[in-house]
């Protein structure tokens, strides 16, 4: 290992899907070293721009070693970005090595290391903090601070603003007839705020916001944000309001699940998939006709997200949305037609974009994929618990020949 490593701490702290989804976010180059007490030699992890490509673990190496060290549940880290020459032996995305392990873990196919502390493995398996990229200071223009338990946002209520947490952390909440829910935390890094702020002026908040711990807020330049928005081509901006639909289609999945209520069985789950999605390098724009994301890896299929004209489905290049084309597919009606994105033109374009920008799709990403995963893991209980009590919201129809409702 060469210099002082960039990021160090304990793994009570930061577990290793925090640290996959951190290091992720931020592109990072460079090797996760883990250390427990009860191993006589450290984990490796190898990352090539924000994915694993590699790992060690005594004997194992690859996917398998990747996997076991998820079973590290107490110990050190540190990330050092230093080059290094090993051969990929990982293909999986990101957040796809993030739902299995942690399913793994769930399931008792991975060890834990040392003796077991029920409290920790719970927080690993109930992963549900979005950690965000590095803070980009040039476009903060003022701080606001929060105590614990302080209300920030107001679902419901109108507003723009945009923050990024500099410090703390926030819980996001959402009204329900027994109460408020909550979905999930976010952490340093993380944005609150949707991107319909730049398209629709004084939208509806989606999400109540409570302050967690003690928290200070950067509040972002709006104003030099929206300029940029509107700046950006038509095809990015459709990635990015299709992205931002998705996670709350994904939001309002997770809620319904974990109010114990499941949605019926729907004929569109039965459908064939959409050859072009299964394509790893392909992008897609929708332009007529209605299609679905499908949750399909395991369990009972269901309804992540209904699209249609200009939503975007297929390979991203700078986003793991942790559903096509590993975990989920997609499927379409009769009247589906699409067209093919630049998929190298979009990846030029994101990376032109201010740093701030950049953050904002990477937290926006970030907290899709964990809602998927949360609601992958809700859906998962309800149809474990079996209760023939449950309510069913009709949602979801079966599709007929008009498309998917």
Known sequence: MTGQPLLSGNLSFYSLPDLLQMLGGNGASGILRLYSPHSPHPGLIYFQDGQ??????????????????????????????????????????????????????????????????????????????????????????????????????VEGAYGSWIWVILEGQVDLLRETPEGPLKLLSLGEGAFIGNMTSFSIHGHIRRASCVAATNV?????????????????????????????????????RLVTFRRDEIEPRTEAADLPPVQAAAEDEGIYCITEGKAAVVWRKDGQPFVLAELGARDVFGRIP???????????????????????????ALDAEYRGLSLTFQNFFKSMINSLAVTTKLSVQAHARVLHAGNDHRRKPAALKSMQTGGIP
Do not use: C
């Not at 709006?222 to 939001?251: C, F, H, N, P």
């Not at 700078?318 to 998929?343: K, N």
């Open 52 to 153: 694993p490509i590699h790992a060690l673990n005594g004997d194992k190496l690859g996917l398998e070693a990747l996997y076991s060290l998820f079973g590290w549940l107490a110990g050190e880290f540190s990330f050092n970005p230093e080059k290094f020459n090993v051969s990929r032996t990982v293909h999986h995305s990101r957040m796809q090595l993030i739902l299995d392990g942690l399913k793994m873990l769930d399931d008792g196919e991975v060890a834990v290391l040392g003796p077991p502390d029920p409290a920790r493995q719970s927080r690993n398996l109930d992963f549900n903090l979005v950690h965000g990229p590095l803070v980009d200071y040039m476009a903060v223009v003022d701080e606001e601070r929060y105590v614990a338990g302080q209300e920030i946002m």
């Open 216 to 252: 200070v807020l950067g509040v972002l330049d709006l104003q030099r944000l929206s300029v940029e928005y509107t700046r950006m081509s038509g095809d990015m901006r459709a990635v990015a309001l299709s992205i931002d639909r998705r996670l709350k289609q994904a939001t309002d």
């Open 318 to 344: 700078f986003a793991d949305l942790g559903q096509e084309p590993h975990s989920a597919t997609v499927i379409g009606d009769a009247a589906l037609a699409y067209r093919p994105l630049d998929r190298d």
